[in-house]
T-cell receptor, first 114, second 110 residues
Framework: EPEVTQTPSHQVTQMGQEVILRCVPI?????FYWYRQILGQKVEFLVS????????KSEIFDDQFSVERPDGSNFTLKIRSTKLEDSAMYFC????????????FGPGTRLTVT | QKEVEQNSGPLSVPEGAIASLNCTYS??????FFWYRQYSGKSPELIMS????GDKEDGRFTAQLNKASQYVSLLIRDSQPSDSATYLC??????????FGKGTTLSVSS
């Protein structure tokens, strides 16, 4: 069964450093999403991406964040200058182009900012 | 502010019992409703989706939707210890961002 994959599974970085989180969505999906979950809190939407552009973003997705589809398979989230409060699980999700509207999540990347 | 509300639990049921999980949402424009299961330290796993009023059954799971009351529920029949997890309710307008509730923790005792 096709699945979303994410790398790395765990990333430790120092405050102020740049990190890139990588995702490979399900192969025939064209809608991609990033969510995050701070420990003990709810899953929060960050950004959605379709047709090589951002289609929707939340208030969390400020100028320190960016997304990119560098090739036909990868989807990346870049955090330019990490802060302590960026420590969280980051989930990538993907969805097909037609109904149903179900989003399938990858296993996540645990980002720890020290 | 679009919100999805769930009782945090824990909801404790004995093995073999029916577990009932509830969710309310604030945005009347919501069109798609989902239940995800999340084990500790893992990612959300889709278990049910529902788009129209009424019941939808899939194996031991039944999702119920009442748009007039802005209410979604999930029933788990013949609960098993492996069903012990946090159940996340999520809603969206068609194809857009999922808005999640905080989740209800279910504990099934053997």
């Amino acid at each position: 069964e096709p699945e979303v994959t994410q790398t790395p599974s765990h990333q430790v970085t120092q405050m102020g450093q740049e990190v890139i989180l990588r995702c490979v969505p399900i192969s025939n999906h064209l809608y991609f999403y990033w969510y995050r979950q701070i420990l003990g809190q709810k899953v929060e939407f960050l950004v959605s991406f379709y047709n090589n552009e951002i289609s929707e973003k939340s208030e969390i997705f400020d100028d320190q964040f960016s997304v990119e589809r560098p090739d036909g398979s990868n989807f990346t989230l870049k955090i330019r200058s990490t802060k302590l409060e960026d420590s969280a699980m980051y989930f990538c999700a993907s969805k097909g182009t037609s109904g149903p509207y179900e989003q399938y999540f990858g296993p996540g990347t645990r980002l720890t900012v020290t | 502010q679009k919100e999805v509300e769930q009782n945090s639990g824990p909801l404790s049921v004995p093995e073999g019992a029916i577990a009932s999980l509830n969710c309310t949402y604030s945005d009347r424009g919501s069109q798609s409703f989902f239940w995800y299961r999340q084990y500790s330290g893992k990612s959300p796993e889709l278990i049910m989706s529902i788009y129209s009023n009424g019941d939808k059954e899939d194996g031991r799971f039944t999702a119920q939707l009442n748009k007039a009351s802005q209410y979604v529920s999930l029933l788990i029949r013949d609960s098993q210890p492996s069903d012990s997890a946090t159940y996340l309710c999520a809603v969206s307008k068609a194809g857009t961002a999922l808005i999640f509730g905080k989740g209800t923790t279910l504990s099934v005792s053997s």
